[in-house]
């Protein structure tokens, strides 16, 4: 099937694929391509922190170079926006990756296929033991991740993962590979509740060029994910762009903003999260050519923050615990403590598996509670009571 519009993908889609003729794609494209980050001055970035509400032009403003200057009052005005939506409250939850396998040959990522690592995916007795170590800790927050293999994690593993999740935890979230409507659907009766889909980059070429091969290459099924997500039933969707692939992360951030604006707009029930990942060093490789400074991704959440108050800001354990404690006290509302990114790495299950990337912050749960108390933030472990319960 060849993809209609103002752009096509590298590849033709999969016969898998579904198309549901959204134009949002077109729409954030347009948005990018207008996007001018040396075109903003003081006086811009000045409006937007004042804007009750700011607007696009008011988002690219605080995302532009004009913005650094200003970013302490910058983020005074985010801390007071935060507040005012979220109090004083930070959710906390752990990932729990369920298997490395991966079909496609991300460069930059420790589960390409084309990578020689220890494989493993766990039984659903080892994802019960996984369960009960985190349930142990009083998180009832989880999201479930897998690598990208529809063969080794198809459609009913993950759900199986997702029923057996929503007897320890209220609130379920999933990273899986890209799915359909329907399936969305599915996931969503087993219990899901939110999906987080990492566009990585918006730049066509740049996207072309970082995902040589698999199913990942084609970019529109990936971009339209989170509206097929809620067209599914799902009450959240989670954003994301890789900073650090792209020349000029400006750019992406700027349309990982936008494709959450209009996603919004058209689903005004929808529940909107954004994260906030660098670029990390997996299995020994190191980014020599990341440009993307803690400066920068504190830039980039504040500008998130002031452009979509609502929505929820995830600051992962790929960040040094300083710069998360910090974060946290101006913008970010939820951390993952805990965490481990190896497969089968919160128990003593046999048949261990390598992990994505490699963690800056391996404190844990408990450790992380402490540090959020004592900058005066009330650490959420429940945000969420299933009506079904």
Not at 96 to 109: A, D, G, I, V
Not at 337 to 343: F, P, T, Y
Request: contains cysteine; proline residues 5%; hydrophobic residues 35%.
């Amino acid at each position: 099937m060849k993809m209609s519009g103002a752009w096509c993908d590298a590849c033709d889609m999969y016969p898998y694929m579904e198309d549901i003729g959204t134009d949002i794609l077109d729409k954030v494209m347009e948005a990018g391509k207008e996007f001018d980050p040396g075109s903003y001055c003081e006086n811009d970035v000045r409006r937007a922190i004042s804007a009750e509400r700011p607007g696009p032009e008011d988002f690219a403003a605080l995302l532009s170079p004009a913005a650094p200057p200003l970013l302490e009052d910058i983020a005074e005005r985010a801390r007071k926006v935060t507040r005012d939506h979220f109090g004083n409250s930070v959710g906390m939850f752990t990932p729990l990756y369920t298997s490395n396998y991966c079909e496609n040959q991300c460069r930059y990522c420790g589960f390409s296929c084309k990578n020689s690592i220890a494989r493993a995916r766990l039984t659903p007795e080892e994802i019960e033991k996984e369960m009960e170590s985190i349930a142990a800790t009083g998180l009832t927050d989880i999201l479930l991740l897998t690598g990208e293999s529809r063969k080794y994690s198809d459609l009913e593993y993950i759900g199986m993962c997702v029923s057996k999740a929503a007897k320890y935890f209220s609130s379920i979230g999933i990273e899986v590979y890209p799915l359909n409507s329907d399936d969305y659907g599915y996931l969503h009766r087993c219990g899901a509740d939110y999906v987080t889909v990492f566009q990585e980059t918006y730049d066509p070429e740049t996207y072309a060029r970082y995902h040589p091969g698999g199913p990942k290459r084609v970019m529109s099924y990936r971009f339209n994910a989170q509206e097929r997500a809620l067209m599914g039933g799902m009450r959240g969707a989670g954003f994301a762009a890789l900073l650090g692939l792209r020349d000029d992360w400006r750019k992406d951030a700027f349309c990982c903003g936008m494709h959450a604006y209009f996603i919004q707009r058209k689903y005004p029930h929808a529940e909107i999260a954004f994260s906030l990942p660098r670029l990390r060093p997996f299995s020994g490789h190191k980014e020599d050519d990341v440009k993307v400074s803690e400066r920068d991704l504190l830039q980039t959440a504040m500008a998130y923050r002031l452009f979509m108050p609502f929505a929820s800001e995830t600051i992962s354990t790929r960040e040094s615990p300083v710069f998360r404690d910090g974060i946290v006290n101006i913008c970010a509302t939820k951390i993952s403590a805990g965490s481990s990114v190896e497969i089968g790495g919160h128990s003593d299950v046999a048949d261990k598996g390598d992990g994505q990337f490699e963690l800056s912050d391996t404190r844990s749960v408990e450790e992380v509670r402490e540090a959020l108390v004592k900058l005066g933030l009330q650490p959420v472990f429940n945000d969420y009571v299933r009506s079904d319960r």
